[in-house]
């Protein structure tokens, strides 16, 4: 029995004895594989870090290629400001310009100048040159406005008014530079319109020749006829009455027909009077045939207005 205890005793120590040495030998190993586990784990994290860098440089560059384009179109924006701009020197030729119904406006200075008041249908006052001057309106006359106002007076006022109040206006003189109250004489253009003619040919203002200031007679007679025929401002009522006064004077033609017909004057010519004719008769047949060009008694040669021209005059 003593024997078989030492057995096993011996058996025993070998066992643990060959356990502690398998136990020493391989706990070197579990530590080396755990550091190697991890130094592999860092090394994919770290290759995976650097995999997802080059897209987001692709995607930087991507933009940078797409700016070439937009570069490449700016040499066209040049082109456009040259077109527009060859038509601009147009624009100085037409300042100094006049509306096409001024046709007949002799080419003389003309001045700018400021409107200070209006003082009826065909005078105002305005600054010119630092200085303040009446302006009375060339070839027409409207109806009196003040204290002894006639008829269709006010309302020829209220038209100039609106056509010049506050504007810069354009002068326009023709022969005469002023007339004995110092006045000067022109023609008005505001804007586009021209203010003479404007008067006239809605009514508010009649077209009365005044020699030698005859430049655009035949447009303020010819704009007269038709706001008599339209029956518009003052000649609502008046243009009834004109056409029979007409009638009386045809009458006359008998006796001078050969200078009636063939006229016997020039209606845009040099002034005449009276004494320019022989007889009475040649002085009717002119003033009849320049009445009947739309003229009137242009060279005012029947001053009582009856119809017959110089009446003192030999038959």
Known sequence: MDNQSRFRRTILTILGLTIACAALLLAPYFLLGRAGFRSTAQTVLNTVLRNQQP???????????????????????????????T???TQPTATPGLPAAAGCVPANQRDKAIVAQVLDGDSLRVVLREKTYTVRYLGIQAPVFGLKSEPFGPEAASLNKLLVQNQIVTLVMDTTEK?????????????DRFVNLELVRQGFAQAVPAPPDLSCDA????????????????????????????????DLTTTPTPQATTGACDCKGPDL?????????????????????GFGDIFLIDIDEDGYACINKRP
């Open 87 to 89: 038509p601009t020197p």
């Open 55 to 85: 897209p987001v440089k692709s995607v930087s560059q991507v933009p940078v290629a797409s700016k070439t384009p937009t570069e490449t179109l700016t040499p066209t924006v040049p082109y456009i400001p040259t077109d527009t701009v």
């Open 273 to 293: 009077d009276c004494s320019d004719f022989a007889i009475r008769a040649d002085a009717q047949a002119c003033y009849l045939y320049c009445k009947k060009l």
């Open 179 to 191: 007339n004995e109250a110092g006045d000067l004489l022109r023609y008005v253009f505001a804007g």
């Open 219 to 250: 447009e303020f007679l010819q704009a007269q006829n038709s706001a008599q025929q339209e029956r518009l401002g003052q000649w609502k009522d008046f243009v009834i009455t004109e056409t029979p006064s007409l009638t009386p004077t045809i």
